[in-house]
Nanobody, 122 residues
């Protein structure tokens, strides 16, 4: 049974930082691409950052230079460090896993965490 468990969300002021973590079980973590998606009310779920099994990364344009995704295969955990947060970053953030390369569309990702709220106040 696959489980992806997110942690680290919460409320932060604009300009602040948060680090989200996602610990996986039930998959061969090192072989999977991992991604962080977000979904704000009334908007589609979008890929914020992804990291392939080989470490190649992909970022949403609006977070480049502010967010950094990383993975620790020994801990079966993927992280996203989020700096210089702004109110537009407010959303539910989801961890996802897929066998194969990082792809931008949410429909390509079959394994999902429950999601965690990130709220940035002005």
């Amino acid at each position: 049974q696959v489980q992806l468990v997110e942690s680290g969300g919460g409320l932060v002021q604009a300009g602040g930082s948060l680090r989200l973590s996602c610990t996986a079980s039930g998959i061969t973590f090192s072989s999977y691409a991992m991604g962080w998606f977000r979904q704000a009310p009334g908007k589609q779920r979008e890929l914020v950052a992804g990291i392939g099994s080989g470490g190649r990364t992909l970022y949403l344009d609006s977070v480049k230079g502010r967010f950094t995704i990383s993975r620790d295969n020994a801990k079966n955990t993927v992280y996203v460090q989020m700096n210089s947060l702004n109110v537009e970053d407010t959303a539910v953030y989801y961890c996802a896993a897929r066998s194969g390369p990082v792809l931008g569309g949410a429909s390509w990702w079959k394994k999902w965490g429950q999601g965690i709220q990130v709220t940035v106040s002005s």
